[in-house]
């Protein structure tokens, strides 16, 4: 008879316990993949020495500015939108913004648009875009823009 209890008794342990161990184990290496995921833009907001209180990731846009949720939209004031890419990087600027949930639509209206090389020390862009208009669908990693106008001073 002791020997059931004992044996009921490391079940109903083994029963609660492996499920908490299980959930810490799953809930430490999501923070670990979300902070190796963070790291991208550390690099590029210290060379430009760009301050920000808060920021919102959707894919791989770093974007920063005053937000606030209206139902399924988010929409930013004075934002600034770093979008990861394989061949340099963008530093988007606009008055406006907005991100659509549902869509996974993101607007940004009339903004100056300037790419840089990655590993270069330079802050003189290597293309240079005013009065842009940008929809990026996050979910499908594309984007379109209308109204380019190179700005030829930036050079």
């Not at 937000?67 to 340099?88: L, R």
């Amino acid at each position: 008879m002791s020997h059931q209890n004992k044996t009921s008794k490391l079940n109903l342990f083994l029963r609660f316990i492996f499920p908490i161990i299980a959930l810490s184990f799953a809930l430490t290496s999501h923070a670990q993949t979300v902070k190796n995921s963070e790291d991208w833009w550390t690099p590029i907001i210290k060379k430009h020495n760009i301050k920000f209180d808060s920021y919102t990731l959707h894919g791989d846009h770093f974007i920063i500015g005053d937000k606030i949720n209206v139902g399924d939209m988010e929409i930013f004031k004075n934002v600034t939108v770093i979008p990861k890419s394989s061949d340099g990087y963008w530093i988007v600027k606009s008055e406006t913004a907005s991100y659509d949930s549902k869509t996974t639509i993101l607007k940004i209206n009339d903004c100056t648009m300037e790419k840089f090389i990655e590993d270069s020390n330079s802050l003189v862009p290597i293309e240079s875009y005013d009065h842009t208009d940008l929809i990026i669908n996050i979910e499908n990693n594309s984007a379109e823009g209308s109204y380019f106008v190179p700005d030829d001073n930036k050079k």
